[in-house]
């Protein structure tokens, strides 16, 4: 008898715990201590990483119980580790993108989590979100975003009265001043092609508007052998041709400082980079900062593109797999992983401007990036880090080709379709 009370008793504390547990509007009850766990893949490194690890602390500290596996990839052969991931139904719960059409990839094939309804949009720059928006519904969150400008020298300018150019024929105005007075006008270490693609991308989107590139990248309409692709590389190989870059840009390697080292110099005035352009000179010449300016390349005549269309890239976004155990919890995170003390700490650490509206810049360059940034209507995407790998690599070695005159514009174009027929029909 006394055996069976014992039992019995038993039984009843079970129920009662089972019933407190289902009734607790608490997440850690529902999930149990350490019953959940969350994967996050990134690709941040030095201050961007302890960003990263210190909103997923405070994630933590929120929802007790649950736990964040964190995982750094390399940024080379991430896009490929997680396309197997997807492929194989084993993605992580949140990922890193840069949005655009390689996320869009992920979307189409029913992979990624819609975010429209469970997000506030609001809390975003509009250039930051849009690259993460299709047919109006959100499959992402933004926290920092890239811009590309044009960097200059401000002394130099001074000296031969130049002002920053609103227009192209006004930009080569300037680059024929600075030729005559045996400046070089743009400084270009081209040997790893990206740095080159930023005057394809600019030119393409000047003459053929914003729609050019997703019209040929989603095959509707206008592709990438299309008469603005072919007038952008003569556009290249004319500035080539009139000496607006030094000599073999092809073979100078931007990591080793090569072009910034003409800047420094003062041998060349301009360079278009990232605003990471910034983080270098303060670290490598922190005395040329004063001589620094900025301007957004210039409209083209007769172009449908406009100057307050940048070229850049939104990163670090967070979107949730489609296929996560635990979606709306993933969502929470990547809430807080673009939250505005994850966005306040990431500007302050990396020397950036956020997507997240509400950042309080105190750095003078970044305040005027962000100014540039919010008046922006458009952000183009980097073509590499949105076309498929192979698709990526023409374009980038057909770009460097245009540099080298070892391709015409038209040979250029079209050998870009025909890899894009063969990779996205």
Known sequence: ??????????????????????????????????????????????????????????FEEKHEGVNVEVIKQENDPYKTKLSVAMGGGTPPDVFHSWGGGWLENFVNAGQVR?????????????????????????????????????????????????????????????????????ITPFALANQTKWPGAFYLMYFAERIGGQDLFYEAFNRKGRDFSDEAYVEAGTKIQELVEMGAFPEGVNGMNYDTGQSKQLIYSEKAAMEIQTDSYLDNIRSEAPEFEEKLG????????????????????????????????????????????????????????????????????????????????????????????????????????TTQALFGLSMTPEEAAKEVESKAKKILE
Request: glycine share 8%; aromatic share 10%; net charge negative.
């Open 1 to 58: 008898m006394f055996r069976r009370l014992l039992i019995l008793a038993v039984l009843f504390l079970s129920l009662l715990i089972i019933s407190a547990c289902q009734n607790t509007g608490d997440e850690a009850s529902v999930y149990g201590n350490g019953g959940t766990t969350l994967t996050l893949w990134h690709i941040q490194t030095g201050n961007s990483e302890e960003v990263i690890n210190n909103a997923v602390a405070r």
């Open 114 to 182: 819609e975010l429209t309804d469970e997000i506030d949009t609001s809390n975003y720059l509009d250039a930051a979100l849009s690259p993460l928006v299709f047919d109006d519904k959100v499959y992402g969150a933004p926290l920092g975003i890239k811009i590309v400008p044009v960097w200059y020298n401000k002394d130099i300018f001074s000296e031969y009265g130049l002002r920053e150019p609103e227009t192209y024929e006004e930009l080569l105005s300037i680059i024929d001043t600075l030729k005559s007075n045996d």
């Open 294 to 397: 900025f301007f957004a390349f210039p409209s083209i005549d007769g172009g449908e593109g406009s100057s307050n269309h940048l070229v850049g890239g939104v990163s670090p976004t967070f979107s949730v797999s489609e296929n996560s155990e635990h979606g709306e919890l993933a969502t929470e995170l990547v809430k807080e992983l673009t939250s505005i003390e994850t966005a306040t700490e990431y500007s302050d650490h990396g020397g950036g401007v956020s997507g997240v509206k509400g950042v309080e810049y105190t750095d003078p360059f970044v305040k005027e990036l962000n100014v540039l940034l919010e008046e922006a209507e458009y952000l183009q995407t980097y073509y590499d880090q949105t076309l498929p790998p192979e698709l990526a690599t023409s374009h980038l070695d």
